[in-house]
């Protein structure tokens, strides 16, 4: 199976991120006032809080944020020569983003061998900025101008 020919990734640290480092606080042990107020940290919309919708949404915020919560970093095997990647990858991190910060996304870079092509860069919008229609359309009109040529 190919290779990937580039990898982007958005608003999350790199799963090497040191467990003290990363930008959130466990879940499991939060009642669910403290879990709303760690939910507006990564700019959940306010209607999810309301009471209808919280029954429905919480359950699957919670699986969400365990998946983070209980993952163990694993280095990559040593079949993948440099413990690195051999293809690009572009990271963006967003001004408004109250949790994940630059160095955060900078952790993506040991992934791979092409060190010369990775980027770091800064958008406007916050961690939910796909829900900003002016903030995804600039995302992806970048994204789209990063791909290898032959996917422009």
Same mark, same amino acid.
């Given at each position: 199976?190919? &290779?990937?020919?580039?990898?982007?990734?958005? *608003?999350?640290?790199?799963?090497?991120?040191?467990?003290? @480092?990363?930008?959130?606080?466990?879940?499991?042990?939060?009642?669910?006032?403290?879990?709303?107020?760690?939910?507006? *940290?990564?700019?959940?919309? @306010? +209607?999810?809080?309301?009471?209808?919708?919280?029954?429905? $949404?919480?359950?699957?915020? %919670?699986?969400?944020?365990?998946?983070?919560?209980?993952?163990?970093?694993?280095?990559?095997?040593?079949?993948?020569?440099?413990?690195?990647?051999?293809?690009? +990858?572009?990271? %963006?991190?967003?001004?408004?983003? *109250?949790?994940?910060?630059?160095?955060? &996304?900078?952790?993506?870079?040991?992934?791979?061998?092409?060190?010369?092509?990775?980027?770091?860069?800064?958008?406007? *919008?916050?961690? &939910? $900025?796909?829900?900003?229609?002016?903030? %995804?359309?600039?995302?992806?009109?970048?994204?789209?101008?990063?791909?290898?040529?032959?996917?422009?």
């Amino acid at each position: 199976m190919p &290779l990937p020919q580039q990898l982007a990734v958005s *608003g999350f640290p790199a799963p090497s991120a040191p467990e003290a @480092e990363r930008p959130w606080n466990k879940n499991a042990p939060m009642e669910d006032p403290a879990f709303m107020e760690e939910c507006r *940290g990564w700019n959940v919309n @306010e +209607i999810v809080f309301q009471a209808s919708n919280w029954k429905t $949404f919480s359950p699957m915020m %919670r699986d969400d944020f365990t998946l983070f919560d209980e993952y163990t970093y694993t280095p990559l095997p040593p079949h993948v020569k440099g413990g690195a990647f051999p293809f690009p +990858i572009t990271t %963006r991190y967003f001004v408004d983003d *109250g949790r994940c910060k630059k160095a955060h &996304l900078e952790l993506w870079k040991a992934f791979t061998t092409e060190k010369l092509s990775f980027t770091c860069d800064e958008f406007d *919008g916050n961690h &939910l $900025f796909f829900y900003d229609v002016p903030a %995804r359309a600039k995302y992806m009109e970048d994204l789209v101008k990063k791909l290898p040529p032959a996917f422009q």
